[in-house]
T-cell receptor, first 113, second 113 residues
Framework: NAGVTQTPKFRVLKTGQSMTLLCAQD?????MYWYRQDPGMGLRLIHY???????AKGEVPDGYNVSRLKKQNFLLGLESAAPSQTSVYFC????????????FGQGTRLTVV | QQQVKQSPQSLIVQKGGISIINCAYE??????FPWYQQFPGKGPALLIA?????SEKKEGRFTISFNKSAKQFSLHIMDSQPGDSATYFC????????????FGKGTRLSVIA
């Protein structure tokens, strides 16, 4: 069972470069999320989606864009990477919001130099 | 404004001891309180969760205690083992609506022999 798969696992970017992180889930979940994890800051929500074709801003959306063209995929884009975006990014999915389990991917470690 | 406050930031416990992590919340609409466990290099995974209609939930060595009037909940790990060494996140959400989980900042637990 693959669950939630993130690609790539590691990436180094130069300031100003762009990239897209891909998240794929095979559980037919409606809801998908992108979090970033920084030391001492916990998990902060970047963007989320409550269904195919819909997206919403989370706590720290600036500098990121997302798309959910297919139910199973949730893409996170960085148009012009900045050193402040150096972080570990986690994608998650759940069948609903509220009192249901969120399943996380293995994470993408991104370094912006 | 941090909606879920978690303490301590780090914790060192002797093998066989009790680990206690505390969380406090402000939003009285929260009605689902999960704890996630994260091992190094992995994504968080659901450990145990509670709803406010009960004051305690136990699963093996892990217990959640919930105090609705104080708006606090805590995770107790009995007979702590080195394999429990991980980062623990408390979280909260509202069952109804499309509100994603809000996470605390995490507690890094080290269980030493």
């Amino acid at each position: 069972n693959a669950g939630v798969t993130q690609t790539p696992k590691f990436r180094v970017l130069k300031t100003g470069q762009s990239m897209t992180l891909l998240c794929a889930q095979d559980m037919n979940h409606e809801y998908m999320y992108w979090y970033r994890q920084d030391p001492g800051m916990g998990l902060r929500l970047i963007h989320y989606s409550v269904g195919e074709g819909t997206t919403a801003k989370g706590e720290v959306p600036d500098g990121y864009n997302v798309s959910r063209l297919k139910k199973q995929n949730f893409l996170l884009g960085l148009e012009s990477a900045a050193p402040s975006q150096t972080s570990v990014y986690f994608c998650a999915s759940s069948s609903h919001t509220g009192n249901t389990e969120a399943f996380f991917g293995q994470g993408t470690r991104l370094t912006v130099v | 404004q941090q909606q879920v406050k978690q303490s301590p930031q780090s914790l060192i416990v002797q093998k066989g001891g009790i680990s206690i992590i505390n969380c406090a919340y402000e939003n009285t609409a929260f009605d689902y309180f999960p704890w996630y466990q994260q091992f190094p290099g992995k994504g968080p995974a659901l450990l145990i969760a509670i709803r406010p209609d009960v004051s305690e939930k136990k699963e093996g060595r892990f217990t959640i205690s919930f105090n609705k009037s104080a708006k606090q909940f805590s995770l107790h790990i009995m007979d702590s083992q080195p394999g429990d060494s991980a980062t623990y996140f408390c979280a909260a959400s509202v069952n109804s609506g499309n509100t994603p989980l809000v996470f605390g900042k995490g507690t890094r637990l080290s269980v030493i022999a």
